[in-house]
């Protein structure tokens, strides 16, 4: 499979204030072909997946992105947001609809809004759903156009080859402590603290001492999955958070 038909996406975490998103995927992601960078823009209730607490991409990074065929990907998963909240953010949506920008979701209802309303939009079925098996993400498939699979799925590559729609799949090609999280109740908690809920906090499955968490929790800083392998499989879309090798991850 070659470069060009590679759809990288990367995250937008930890990128210095007034850093150019230009410098910044020189430096971490220099060489991988880059279809869409995700994170924060102005505030929305929306937000869901980790805690809004600024913008992490300009209106400059944003224009430069377009001008250079790289879409803006929405982290959207917020999982008690209502129609209610849908309706009043409408102008979030609308001031990113066009063609090349996704929405990473956690609720098909919502999906089925945005596709009704904008159109342009990709929709994506965020890894808090946990599609840890090949029937879930055919499940999701009917809802989202695209479905992340949770990183352990990536160690299963006689599953992974069962999936029939490997184009509408997205992989991660990096992960932290997620990859072995039992619970992954970190995510419910960032729902509540981005609609501002009084009294919200946040809740890690780390925070608890158990023999069991601690056994599953030994993950450390990030783990790299075989690309070669997957690209092998069929599989051309990855999420990538920083490059292997670089610090400030």
Sequence with gaps: MSSSSLDYSISARGKP????????????????????????????????GRNFVEPELSDADIAWMYDNGIGYRIPLQNSIANRADYEDNKWFLEKYHRAGN?????????????????????????VILQ??????????????????????LNDEKEEL????????????????????????????SLSRLNKRIPGAQYKCAMHRDTEYL?????????????????????????????????SGY
């Design 17 to 48: 204030a007034g850093m150019p998103v230009e410098a910044f995927i020189k430096f971490f992601f220099d060489a991988l072909p880059i279809k869409s960078v995700f994170g924060f823009r102005e505030y929305t209730p929306l937000y869901g």
């Design 102 to 126: 996704s929405v990473i979701l956690v609720k098909p209802e919502m999906a089925g809004w945005i596709r009704d309303d904008f159109p342009l939009f990709e929709s994506e079925a965020s």
């Design 131 to 152: 599609a840890r098996t090949v029937e879930k993400a055919e499940e999701l498939l009917n809802s989202f156009d695209v479905v992340v699979l949770h990183p352990e």
């Design 161 to 188: 080859a069962r999936l029939a729609d490997k184009d509408r799949i997205r992989l991660f090609a990096n992960a932290g402590c997620m990859y072995k999280c039992p619970t992954m109740e970190c995510y419910a």
């Design 214 to 246: 601690a056994e599953r929790m030994q993950v450390t800083g990030m783990t790299e999955f075989d690309i070669d392998g997957l690209i092998g499989l069929g599989f051309s879309k990855f999420k990538r958070l920083r490059s292997k090798g670089k």
